[in-house]
C-alpha cells in the first residue's frame, strides 16, 4: 500500500513537501508518480521518478518549482513543491507502477491560498 502525507494549507509562494511511503511490495521495482485532481479536472500527472531515480519528468505547469525524489531505502518518494500557486490546489495522490500492477496511495490535500 502507498500511505501520502504532508499537505496542507499553505499561502501562495509558500512549500510543501509530500511524502508517499510504501509497504508490501517491492518499492525498488517500480516507477513512482506524483499525481494530482482540483475539484472538477481529470487527475493529472505531476512529476515521476523511475525505479532507481535515475530519471525524472514533469508536468510543464510544475517545471523548475517541483522536484520529485525517491529514496528506496526508506522505501519513501518526495514531491517538494516550492512557488506554489493557487492553481495548484488539489488532492495529491501517489502512484506505484510496473509490469507487475500498480498501487495508489489515498491522497492528501493540498490548498494554496492568494
Keep these: ?6 499537505g496542507g494549507l499553505v499561502q501562495a509562494g509558500g ?3 509530500l511524502s508517499c511511503a510504501a509497504s508490501g511490495f517491492t518499492f525498488d521495482g ?17 512529476a515521476r521518478i523511475t525505479r532507481d531515480g535515475g530519471s525524472t519528468n514533469y508536468a510543464d505547469s510544475v517545471k523548475g518549482r517541483f522536484t520529485i ?11 517538494q ?6 492553481v495548484d490546489t488539489a488532492v495529491y495522490y501517489c502512484n506505484a507502477a510496473s509490469w507487475r500492477g500498480a498501487y495508489w496511495g489515498q491522497g492528501t490535500q493540498v490548498t494554496v491560498s492568494s
Design 69 to 79: 525524489s525517491r529514496d528506496n531505502a526508506k522505501t519513501t518518494v518526495y514531491l
Design 30 to 46: 517500480y516507477h513512482i508518480g506524483w499525481f494530482r485532481q482540483a475539484p472538477g479536472k481529470q487527475r493529472e500527472l505531476v
Design 15 to 17: 512549500s510543501l513537501r
Design 81 to 86: 513543491m516550492n512557488s506554489l500557486k493557487p
Design 1 to 6: 500500500q502507498l500511505q501520502a502525507s504532508g
